[in-house]
């Protein structure tokens, strides 16, 4: 039992230094929006751990003339700064570099929008610090924009990832797993559209406070489950995911409200984010199901091949640790209601 409980608490504190350097992991944003004829407000938003920023910077054409000074900010988990631009040609044709991405390691999110509506998206890399400015994307250009956004958000999402996780560990049998991953992507497919097409509007830290406890409270149903009690999760599990599902899907819109959509191509950059959303999430279910076959191999000797999941230590191992880390998180968040 005590190497067990060192176990829980050595898991729960690396997942917490874990959050804390997700922070750097993060994608950073770059907003460039017309506001009016020849003049760009720009928004800078770099990952921040307290007064700490990760050291990357917007380097903008020459042809781009400040023409206010720099205001910036810690807000959050983010330092914020803004500044407005004189550029009589534009951006159209020209390059745009972020500074220190190659010795980061996050990525960068790049949108400017003009006066007559049309908006360019990109996404920069530590091995692709600098893009040309498109005169206007074409759909392919969005579709495939969007995508790598969207599968960028679930990798870098890890409590969604962890939600996922759990609903695996509490569901036994590949067709029920089938179901309830189906229903959690149907429900959080319908509340990101909704919210992204401004039909809901919810105010993100509460949201985010909500997931941090779905986790937790799915985390507790695999311990009940593991002492033999009776559980509706455990029942009809599928119903449970739909309902946290729609939660998870407001903070998939949140996060691509960060970059908005293009204009002239809503319905493909939406369709495209949320099959890029999908496939990391099948991605990694792939992953944590492949090492669940490993773990029931007789010579590893983790998990009984004859056990089941459901009264396997190391599943309610397992579930202590993902409660105490969404446990974690939830006091953050309510937390950061009031900073």
């Keep these: ?19 804390a ?29 307290g007064e700490r920023r ?69 996404r920069l890399t530590p091995a692709s ?11 392919r250009q969005v579709a495939a924009a969007y995508l790598g956004l969207g599968v960028e958000h679930i990798i870098f999402g890890v409590d969604h990832l962890i939600f996922v996780l759990a609903l695996i560990m509490l569901v036994r049998g590949w067709k029920r ?5 189906t229903a959690f992507t149907v429900a959080h497919s319908f509340t990101l559209g909704a919210a992204t097409l401004g039909y809901l509007n919810v105010p993100g830290p509460p949201v985010e406070a909500a997931i941090a406890l779905s986790i937790a409270l ?12 009776e559980s509706l999760a455990a029942r009809i599990p599928w119903l449970i995911a739909f309902a946290f599902g729609l939660l998870h899907g407001l903070g998939f819109a949140g996060a691509l409200s960060e970059v908005g959509l ?27 199901m492949a090492l669940f076959a490993i773990l029931r ?15 396997s230590m190391p599943l309610v191992v397992g579930a202590y640790c993902i409660g105490g880390v969404a446990s974690f998180w939830l006091i953050e968040r309510i937390a950061g209601f009031w900073t």
């Design 1 to 19: 039992m005590i190497r067990l409980m060192r176990a829980v608490f050595l898991f729960m504190a690396a997942g917490i230094v874990g959050q």
């Design 21 to 49: 350097q997700a922070h750097d992991l993060r994608p950073a944003y770059l907003a460039i929006a017309e506001s009016a004829p020849e003049t760009y407000a720009v928004t800078w938003k770099a990952p921040a751990l």
């Design 54 to 122: 990760l050291a990357i910077y917007p380097r903008l054409p020459k042809s781009a003339d400040e023409t206010t000074p720099r205001e910036g900010a810690f807000l959050s988990d983010a330092y914020v700064e803004r500044w407005t631009v004189h550029a009589p040609a534009g951006f159209a044709g020209e390059m745009i570099t972020i500074d220190g991405l190659p010795e980061s390691r996050t990525d960068v999110l790049v949108r400017i929008e003009r006066l007559n509506g049309d908006t360019s998206t990109a």
């Design 129 to 139: 610090p600098s893009f040309e400015v498109p005169a206007s994307m074409g759909l």
């Design 177 to 181: 797993i089938c179901l309830t991953v």
């Design 218 to 229: 799915v985390a507790v149903e695999i311990v009940n489950v593991n002492r033999g009690q």
């Design 262 to 288: 293009p204009n002239h191509a809503i319905p493909v950059a939406l369709l495209f984010f949320n099959v890029g959303v999908e496939l990391g999430q099948l991605l990694f279910i792939a992953i944590v």
């Design 297 to 311: 191999r007789p010579w590893v000797r983790i998990v009984r091949p004859d056990a089941s999941w459901a009264h």
